[in-house]
């Protein structure tokens, strides 16, 4: 009795060979699938090659192209091939239609099935809802060569619907790639969700995917797309390397699995796929019905006058390589990452996280994932409801493991992990002298591996760390007293391990001014703690920006001067409503002794550091 072969014998074979035979002219892709006699599947596994001209034998010479063997050896067993003449192409050039559809307008909320694209992309189709595997953050997921393309990088800007539905993108900008993979894994990207809601459901299947799986040849599956709509397949072949051009990009050699019509469920003019389809989610189906199974995204379909067949690369694979999940992970499965959040015990003595001094204070922080906390790459902070800043950033900073990295081509963007309508982004720092003030600097957080230094990089410059400050504090001399503060006491006395913790952060107050229908803060507070080399006490000083009321006149901003002042952690504590950690009882003791020998400025106990006048003149 002949020996049988397995479906993973015959994955491992054309995983490891899909090269050899895709470098041959004329072959456009080698799968796994049933052989076909007389245009008729059998049962008979075999390895499929397809060519994009299939010729006689005795044609081949003259065409500059060799035989493919009728059969293959796996594992030693011989495996009959079978050769189909069929060529792809990414599934990205949409087509028109006589009327627009709602897949193609401006749509909020988002969801899956309908227009997207890079703001350089023509358009493609929203797939999924998915979720960082590590913090939680929603995305949606699509192609490479639709959220990224030739031209485009981590941190561009996306619109919905596609430029080639509705050219006005400025108008219809919604989030930013995050990232990419284009390769054996599969052509698939990931973007944030900013300025607009986002509902999971697919558009036309009544189903939100909430797990993926791996199709098997014979399985029936469903999809939603941009320009086919809702159309219906059968796995025709699996384990599938397709060599794709992708222009500018150059050929790229993608792992996935084939699709071909199912006949109980006829397409519309019989194409299950068109341009402009690239990105669907292929889901299984039972009945006619749709699950919520996610198998496969489709990015690529037959060119010229083939039998109709589609292509998608594994959910599995594109999960794994983008490191999502189909559902949002409860907190305690977050996965932990190495530097990430404020480390309380950074120094020798504990510096807890600050408290909200009141119910008022604590019910207006936002709650994510369970937790009124926010934790990034060294930092952690809380957001305010009400003001859409954050009420607190606390940081941890090593200034002996310090990294170089340039902000080059990071953008500042929305924390897609954070409810958009808690943040204030964009909108407020156009046009006008305000600039994107970052609470924890971004130098203090570039530390660690450099793994860590550039994520540390990137988190940063979510809009939860930033807040408005007028460009003649930012951008001036005024700098060195506030943003400096930290070189200040590293200058002054032996820190122990160069190791500092700091918390700051915006005070807020009933008469801050209001500006585009946000109130600006008038005060910034920050803290900071070390320990003194030799000593297992902790050390504090803390410190607070303030300045006199910004006048709203016609658009025009106008800013008088700004003064840094060295503050009892008491007094910030009740300007800022939170429950502040201070220094070690001595050290405690000596700085309210030195605080009560300052002149008094303002207030008994605080002491004018320095101002914008003092140092530009």
């Known amino acids: ?40 599947a059998t049962r008979e596994l075999c390895i499929q090659l397809t060519v994009g001209e299939k010729s006689a034998p005795e044609r081949l010479e003259s065409l500059g192209v060799e035989a493919l063997p009728k059969k293959l050896v796996v594992g030693g067993i011989e495996v009959p091939t079978d050769v189909i003449e069929r060529s792809y192409d990414a599934h990205l050039r949409p087509q028109a239609a006589p009327r627009k559809p709602d897949r193609k307008k401006r749509l909020d909320p988002i969801v899956p099935g309908i227009s997207i694209a890079h703001v350089d992309v023509t358009a493609g189709t929203v797939g999924a809802v998915v979720y960082d595997a590590r913090t939680g953050a ?18 561009d800007p996306i619109s919905q619907p596609g430029s080639f539905d509705d050219n006005r993108v400025q108008q219809n900008l919604y989030g ?66 397709v060599r794709i051009d992708y222009g500018a990009a150059g050929s790229h050699d993608i792992g996935g699995f084939e699709i071909q019509p199912d006949p109980a469920h ?46 998608a690369c594994y959910a599995g694979s594109v999960f794994q390589k983008l490191e999502i999940v189909p559902k949002r992970p409860e907190a305690r499965d977050i996965e932990p990452d190495s530097g990430r959040g ?12 600050p408290q909200p001094a009141s119910r008022s204070v604590e019910n207006d922080l936002v709650v994510v994932n369970g937790r009124a ?25 090593d200034g002996g493991s310090m990294k170089r990295i340039s902000r080059d081509g990071i953008p500042f963007i929305k924390d897609p992990g954070v409810p958009a309508q808690f943040q204030i982004g964009n909108e407020l720092y156009s046009n006008n002298p305000l600039d994107r003030g970052h609470i924890a600097r971004r130098q203090d957080l570039l530390w660690g591996s450099l793994a860590e230094a550039e994520r540390a990089n990137t988190d940063s410059s979510f809009y939860t760390n930033i807040t408005p400050q007028h460009s003649a504090f930012n951008q001036s001399g005024a700098r060195a007293i506030w943003g400096e503060l930290e070189n200040a006491i590293f200058d002054d006395v032996a820190v122990a391990d160069l190791r ?16 585009r229908q946000v109130k600006l803060p008038r005060e910034f507070f920050k803290i900071l703690y070390w320990r003194e080399r030799g000593s297992d006490a902790l050390s504090a000083k803390g410190y607070v920006l303030t300045q006199a009321d910004l006048i ?39 700085g309210r002794a030195r605080a009560a020998k300052a002149e008094a400025d303002e207030r008994p106990g605080i002491r004018r550091v320095g101002s914008v006048r003092e140092i530009v003149g």
């Open 1 to 40: 009795m002949p020996k049988s072969i397995t479906v993973e014998a015959l994955k491992t074979y054309v995983r490891n060979e899909a090269s050899y035979f895709l470098d041959k002219p004329n072959v456009t892709s080698i799968g796994v699938g049933y052989k076909q006699v007389g245009g008729k």
């Open 138 to 155: 929603p995305y949606v997921l699509s192609n490479w060569h639709v959220l990224h393309g030739d031209t485009g990088g981590i941190g």
């Open 176 to 241: 930013h790639l995050v990232r990419s993979h284009l390769g054996a894994a599969g052509d698939c990207a990931i973007a944030t969700i900013e300025g607009r809601q986002l509902a999971p459901e697919i558009l036309g299947l009544g189903v939100a995917v909430d797990r993926i799986a791996e199709p098997a040849l014979g399985d029936k599956v469903m999809k939603s797309g941009r320009t086919t709509e809702i159309t219906h397949g059968i796995v025709a072949r699996v384990h599938v390397t």
């Open 266 to 311: 006829p397409a519309r003019d019989g194409e299950i796929s068109m341009g402009g389809d690239s990105g669907a989610a292929w889901v299984g189906s039972e009945r006619g019905k749709a699950t919520s199974t996610m198998v496969g995204l489709h990015f690529a379909g037959e060119v010229g006058n083939a039998p109709e067949h589609a292509l």
């Open 342 to 353: 404020f480390a309380t015990a950074f120094l020798a003595r504990p510096v807890a996280l």
């Open 373 to 397: 906390v926010v934790d990034y790459t060294h930092f952690s902070l809380a957001m305010s409801k009400s003001r859409r800043f954050a009420r607190w950033v606390a940081w941890n900073i």
């Open 500 to 515: 500092v913790s700091a918390i700051g952060g915006p005070i807020f107050g009933d008469r801050d001014p209001e500006y």
């Open 552 to 590: 709203n006149e016609l658009e025009a901003l106008e800013l008088p001067e700004f003064a840094v002042f060295e503050v009892p952690i008491g007094e910030i504590g009740r300007r800022s409503g939170l429950v502040l950690p201070a220094a070690s009882a001595p050290q405690a003791a000596a």
